[in-house]
């Protein structure tokens, strides 16, 4: 077990290589059901964002096209995610957007808003993350959290998208390498009512929350800041 491997209680949660291996079919593969997410979680963030598990950026295109956002900062910790989030990063010539190889509880500075999709369900200690997240925003900040419930039905899912990207030469590999991400043992699919719990404990107010995104199976927060 590599030491860069994310543990609970001992156990490893998601090795990073799991994280690595996914980086280029993550930049790939794009659902309509992914976009919705990305596009609602977009409306509620404004100034200098940090996007929490980054993955291969796919919210810095959507953010760059927003003129209320003035800067990105993505954080992942998965070497092969953040060249992938380079490279698209690049292709915005936006010189305020920029990726960072951090694990979200060691980056420092302040952000106006943050955002965190389906990465929450693979933080080791999550409101020790969450309370990170608090201390990296200004006071009125909105963070943004998505992340799976047990009612998830990823095949479901993957079956509907097949009929979008049904000739797409990465989507076989991507529905396979989805199922295996989602059927980890360890993967804290938690409830909305746990979440809200959680988020609570670290300091946040919920100003929003739904779970009409991904059939059910996403639980959408927004949250505030306030001191
Ligand atoms: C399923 S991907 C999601 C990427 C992106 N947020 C999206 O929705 O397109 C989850 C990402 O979270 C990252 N991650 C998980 N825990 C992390 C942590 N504690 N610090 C930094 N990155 C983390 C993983 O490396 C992975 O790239």
Not at 9 to 16: K, P, R, S
Not at 55 to 82: C, F, H, N, R, W
Not at 128 to 147: E, M, Q, R, S, Y
Not at 197 to 212: D, T
Request: include cysteine; glycine fraction near 8%.
């Amino acid at each position: 077990m590599s030491l860069n491997d994310f543990e609970r209680n001992g156990e490893v949660v998601y090795t990073v290589s799991e994280w690595e291996n996914y980086a280029r079919l993550h930049a790939s593969v794009t659902t309509s059901v992914q976009l919705a997410l990305y596009r609602e979680s977009c409306k509620h963030l404004s100034g200098s964002v940090v996007d929490c598990g980054c993955g291969s950026a796919k919210m810095a295109p959507l953010l760059a096209g927003q003129a209320s956002v003035t800067a990105y900062t993505g954080i992942d910790y998965a070497q092969e995610m953040v060249s992938v989030a380079r490279q698209v990063v690049q292709t915005l010539n936006r010189s305020s957007f920029t990726i960072r190889h951090n694990r979200i509880e060691d980056e420092v500075g302040q952000f106006d808003g943050a955002v965190s999709i389906q990465s929450y369900y693979a933080w080791p200690e999550p409101v020790v993350t969450l309370k990170h997240i608090f201390d990296l925003l200004v006071d009125g900040a909105n963070f943004v959290l998505a992340t799976p419930n047990r009612e998830l039905c990823l095949e479901k899912l993957l079956q509907d998208a097949e009929k979008e990207l049904v000739a797409h030469p990465d989507f076989g590999a991507f529905k396979h390498y989805n199922l295996k991400l989602a059927g980890n043992p360890q993967a804290n699919f938690i409830s909305m009512d746990g979440l809200i719990r959680q988020v609570q404990q670290a300091g946040f107010r919920v100003r929003e929350c739904h779970q009409q995104h991904f059939g059910g199976g996403m639980n959408f927060l927004v949250l505030r800041k306030e001191t």
